[in-house]
């Protein structure tokens, strides 16, 4: 089953920039949802293949996945019980490898034989793999958030080397939680630390994580990007506010949430104009919002049709012009964004 939910362009919405209430005009957001047919699995973390496939796995049931958007068509692809896995990704040969969360391990599935190869990781404690990202050559990052760690996968070799995220003495256990990960143009991954108000970086050649602070102490960084000039944009689950830290100067700015301090941002995507989108999952119906930082203004927000109930990853699709996400709600999303405009030496 197909939904689509349409914001008509003059609707207003309450932005805030920088602190400032502002009215001002949308522009026209379509986001359509397919129902997923394994009930309450918690479909996430959507990759489109090169053939077009959105592929998904199903946390709670324990499978990976594609939906095909013009027919409808969905295929299942069953992992082991209890893996719980997490996210996926899949390569230019149509492979896919996901994080097995409650097993510890990464899985590579070959969709034309349905052949599925495990790799553990090196050590225990790295016990819940959690996001992956592609690197360089075959290099893929990951972060582990329980286990409190910073990883790359080999995938020619199945090699895994695991880096030591900061412990922390408060929140929820000595875990800083490295959670969001994505890369930069010179193969530097950057990580959100979720129990704590820092954003972390690896050296690929040394293998060392820096951090970065973040302004307010009580600030939960949760997903992030990174724009064409290498700005890390993050938004913050607990404060309810979207920030940009600058690597080179260490300089950060915020601004708070159209919905507030209740908003708790979560799934986090920048378009190929570096618009950042991310969605507001402490309000229901979950809000899409897009933000320019041309502008430095929240020009739309999208009530998701179905609720949403979280949105917790998503994926831009440059072919389409669109954004992929997937929801509490059992559905799989895609936001058509407005046209694209060309990126400016003076958007930052």
Known sequence: MRLVNLVPLTALVLGLSGGALAAQETQEIEIAEWKVPWEESRPRDPYVAPDGKVWFVGQRTHYAAWLDRTTGKFKQFPLSDGTGPHNLVVDDDGIVYYTGNLVGNIGKLDP?????????????AARDPHTLVFGEGDDLWFTVQGGNFVG??????????????????????ASSRPYGIHMDSQNHPWIALFNTHKIATVDPETMELTSFDLPD?????????????????????SLGRLGRLDPKTGAIEEWDNPSGERSRPYAMAIDGSDRIWFVETGVYPNKFVGFDPATEEFFSVTDIGSGGGSVRHMFYEESTNSIWFGSDANTIGQAKLPPLRPRTTTDH
Do not use: N, Q
């Open 217 to 237: 102490e009580r600030t939960r960084p949760r997903r992030l990007v990174v724009d064409s000039d290498d700005m890390i944009w993050y938004v913050d689950h």
């Open 112 to 124: 034309t034989t349905g052949d599925i190869e495990r790799f553990r990781m090196p050590e225990l």
């Open 152 to 173: 790359r996968f080999a995938s020619g070799t199945g090699d895994v080397t695991l880096v030591k995220a900061p412990e922390v003495t408060s929140g929820r256990g």
